[in-house]
């Protein structure tokens, strides 16, 4: 990539010439400061703990001693009374303790785990090897941190090395810890952790490369902490050490804070998140109020920056609003623990990104992966799959003492417990069950439902993210998801990878891959396979009409990513949702002169049957429930082909699936119609055609 192409990539999006000059002297001073931090890298690794004059000057013996007995700050009731929490997890989660047990037998003896969707992995013998990718084997370079290139294309990915040291799995340990007693949980916990010191001194290698990564290490690192604090391992120089840890994660945050004055995103969230943690959990250290001061602080400020005023993330993703919402949640919970104010309108805010997750859970509590998903979660309690947003929903609806967040015959998370322990558990099994999402619009974010009892289809207007700068956006404009009658039909194919496989990260957020409209083999948007994380903006959806009301929905859309074209072409789409005959009708019409190329795309779930009747309808056949959808198209010349694509609901994990695909060349202007008809078990196919056809005419 040329330098002119990297400096039109940096300042991409709205920007303003003020901004302009402000991002310049931001990066000029960053690049002095890491001149100096690459110069004292030897010197930040040896330094002790910075403690207040008061803790620096007791015994060793005492300040454990004080650590084991304070009551303030609080962490998470779960955490803080691990034996109330450990008898309500034996009888609540029976199964899932025995299973938790075995998790942390598992860690400790043979170094194993699961990590993200890449199934249980195995780190090394007798010592863990915490740069070593285990997607490709290939061992990643200890040097300073900001001279590392992480995008490889060597089979490597950076991101799957980095949720291997974000130390997750030593929560597992910690929680299997509380509710045995079993030392040999404690004594590895102390073994990984001096391990990984050694490894990765302050400053060098991709473990530091990211201060979010730092962030979300420490952030889980407290919660270890916190539940093997009382272990007869947890002498002296152990507390020494991970003071020491923490610190060195703190300050180390502070230096390299991924701010930008044109965008900021979940990493930066992430970094201030961090700091507020380590702030206000571990007072006992020098930075820590400013840490404190300063996270709060710019975590809010974050929350109106980042948070649309509907409550969706502004990063285009479904995966990142959950990470968002898991940062906010939890910090805020923090705070009030902890007695500090949050203004009301934070709160409000914070119920609104609930709110959403509410409305695009499908009715299976799935959640649909819209623009990338990493899977990346904070604190993770229980290891989720990147379409698992439900749990969330339970600490809102306990938070917020709110039935409408409750999922009707559903469980209690296991998070629930150790966040808010077993009084957040009492309080959430005693709100009523709720019924079934209704259809909703949020505008800021461009997702709109259109569902009744068992139906679902969400509607994708959604820009490309970020104000234009298109990081975590998908080629999806104007796309859609159909659920019905238990079974998710059509769906987004989500993520897969980031940087081992740049062909594969290429298609999955490929306009080909989604279900919308593509015209002459051309991208909606401008993407570009070495630039993994960079979609232009040419599409910018624009809704002309939503009407919601009992017996129908519609909506109207257009985007103009075609308009690049010689002759340029605008696509709109309609859906109107029948809810009385229970169908959908979606009409997509192409203004444009000339001969054009046209392929109309519906992408199936995984594990499905889909065929193509003698009478050219789509048939789409789920065998486990014995659900049906019908895609019966007009306006078209041809029949449709079925195309060999993925899916993928977690991060590095995909299934095969198949596209339904129309191609026409064909002169525009031009339109065609889908009637989407689901078919319960039991119903007969045609009699439901006959019915919407009748309807239709």
């Not at 938790?100 to 400790?108: D, K, P, S, Y």
């Not at 070593?132 to 900001?146: T, V």
């Not at 302050?202 to 009382?230: I, P, T």
């Not at 709160?347 to 990338?372: E, Q, S």
Request: contains cysteine; negative net charge; glycine residues 6%.
């Amino acid at each position: 990539m040329s330098k002119v192409s990297k400096i039109k990539n940096v300042f991409r999006g709205e920007v303003g010439a003020r901004t302009v000059v402000l991002e310049a002297t931001r990066r000029i001073r960053v690049a002095f400061s890491r001149r100096r931090e690459k110069a004292r890298l030897a010197e930040l690794d040896g330094q002790p703990a910075h403690l207040r004059e008061e803790f620096s000057r007791i015994r060793a013996t005492d300040l454990l001693a004080h650590f084991r007995s304070r009551t303030r700050p609080k962490f998470f009731p779960g955490f803080d009374d691990a034996i109330a929490t450990t008898r309500v997890q034996r009888q609540i989660f029976a199964d899932e303790s025995a299973q938790l047990i075995n998790q942390a037998r598992h860690i400790t003896n043979e170094h194993c785990w699961t990590l993200l969707g890449l199934g249980e992995k195995c780190f090394g013998g007798e010592q863990i090897d915490w740069h070593r990718d285990p997607l490709s084997g290939i061992e990643l370079p200890l040097a300073y941190h900001a001279d590392i290139n992480l995008t490889r294309n060597d089979g490597s990915d950076v991101r799957v090395v980095w949720e291997l040291n974000r130390l997750a799995h030593l929560i597992t340990l910690g929680r299997a810890y509380a509710i045995t007693n079993d030392e040999q949980f404690s004594a590895e916990f102390f073994r990984q952790i001096a391990s990984w010191r050694v490894q990765n001194p302050v400053g060098r290698g991709v473990n530091w490369n990211c201060a979010m990564e730092v962030a979300l290490r420490a952030m889980n690192l407290l919660a270890a902490f916190r539940l093997f604090l009382s272990s007869p391992q947890m002498d002296e120089v152990a507390l020494k050490e991970l003071l020491k840890m923490f610190d060195q994660h703190g300050a180390h945050i502070r230096r390299n804070l991924e701010f930008s004055h044109i965008a900021t995103s979940n990493h930066y969230l992430s970094d201030v998140t961090g700091l507020l943690w380590l702030g206000m959990m571990l007072p006992e250290l020098e930075a820590a109020r400013e840490w404190r001061e300063f996270g709060l602080r710019e975590l809010l400020r974050e929350m109106d920056k980042q948070i649309l005023a509907d409550g969706a993330d502004c990063e285009a993703s479904t995966g990142y609003h959950r990470l968002k919402l898991e940062l906010f949640l939890y910090s805020f919970v923090l705070c009030h623990l902890n007695g500090i104010d949050i203004d009301e309108k934070y709160w409000k805010k914070l119920r609104a990104m609930i709110d959403y997750v509410r409305a695009y859970l499908r009715p299976d509590g799935r959640a649909p992966l819209i623009g990338d998903s990493d899977s990346g979660q904070a604190l993770p309690i229980v290891r989720r799959t990147g379409d698992d947003h439900a749990y969330v929903l339970a600490l809102g609806a306990a938070v917020f003492q709110e039935p409408g967040f409750k999922i009707a015959d559903s469980r209690p998370p296991a998070e629930l417990l150790w966040t808010l322990g077993k009084q957040g558990v009492a309080d959430y099994q005693a709100l009523p069950a709720d019924e079934l999402a209704h259809s909703q619009a949020f505008p800021d974010a461009g997702t709109y439902l259109l569902r009744d009892d068992d139906l679902y289809l969400l509607f994708n207007a959604s820009g490309n993210g970020v104000n234009g700068r298109g990081s975590h956006g998908h080629n999806d404009a104007l796309s859609i998801e159909v659920s019905a009658c238990g079974t998710a039909f059509i769906v987004d194919p989500g993520s897969y990878l980031y940087t081992a496989d740049l062909r594969e990260r290429h298609l999955f957020r490929s306009t080909a891959y989604h279900s919308t409209v593509e015209v002459d083999r051309v991208e909606q948007n401008n993407i570009d396979a070495a630039a993994p994380f960079i979609v232009g903006n040419e599409a910018r959806p624009r809704v002309l009409s939503w009407v919601t009301g009992p017996e129908a929905d519609a909506i109207v859309a257009e985007h103009y990513g075609y308009r690049r074209l010689p002759q340029q072409v605008t696509h709109r789409r309609s859906v109107r949702f029948d809810k009385r005959n229970r169908y959908w009708l979606v009409e997509d019409e192409l203004a444009s002169e000339g001969s054009h190329e046209v392929s109309f795309r519906f992408h199936m779930a995984p594990g499905l049957e889909t065929k193509v009747r003698a009478d050219a309808i789509v048939e789409v056949w789920d065998k486990m429930n014995g659900t049906r959808l019908m895609i019966a198209a007009s306006g078209l010349s041809v029949n449709p082909e079925l195309e060999s694509q993925f899916s993928s609901d977690d991060y590095g994990a995909k299934k095969p699936s198949v596209s339904v695909c129309w191609t026409v060349r064909a002169p525009l202007p031009a339109k065609a119609q889908f009637a989407l008809i689901p078919v319960r078990s039991g119903e007969n196919e045609n009699e439901r055609v006959a019915i919407v056809s009748e309807a239709r005419a």
